[in-house]
């Protein structure tokens, strides 16, 4: 079955850096759209990033653009989230997901699998 499974998470200062790591199996990852997603307690999963099939196509959330950077290592099965400059309205739950079709959204509907997240903390 397909699983993904983050890591990297943890308490960081603000201004600091983490890199969040999605080890994806069960599915074919050089057809699997991959995303991050985030969620504070009590408010709704946002979108964070989203890299195509190719690793060509990224798309970032407005909050985060110019700070995070998505990308894939296609021999590890992998996909990155690297924070720079963390802010602590960057604290959430990070999630990892998945979909086949090759259009990389933003909705979190539209993705089939999902990691169980990791929790990212940063103090202010």
């Known amino acids: 079955q397909v699983q993904l499974v983050e890591s990297g998470g943890g308490l960081v200062q603000a201004g600091g850096s983490l890199r969040l790591s999605c080890a994806a199996s069960g599915l074919t990852f050089s057809r699997s759209v991959m995303a991050w997603f985030r969620q504070d307690p009590g408010k709704e999963r946002e979108f964070v990033a989203v890299i195509s099939w190719s690793g060509v196509t990224t798309i970032y959330a407005d909050s985060v653009k110019g700070r995070f950077t998505i990308s894939r290592d296609y021999a590890k099965n992998t996909v990155y989230l690297q924070m720079n400059s963390l802010k602590p309205e960057d604290t959430a739950v990070y999630y990892c997901?998945?979909?086949?079709?090759?259009?990389?959204?933003?909705?979190?509907?539209?993705?089939?699998?999902w990691g169980q997240g990791t929790q990212v903390t940063v103090s202010s």
């Open positions: 997901a998945a979909r086949s079709i090759n259009v990389p959204s933003k909705a979190v509907y539209e993705y089939n699998y």
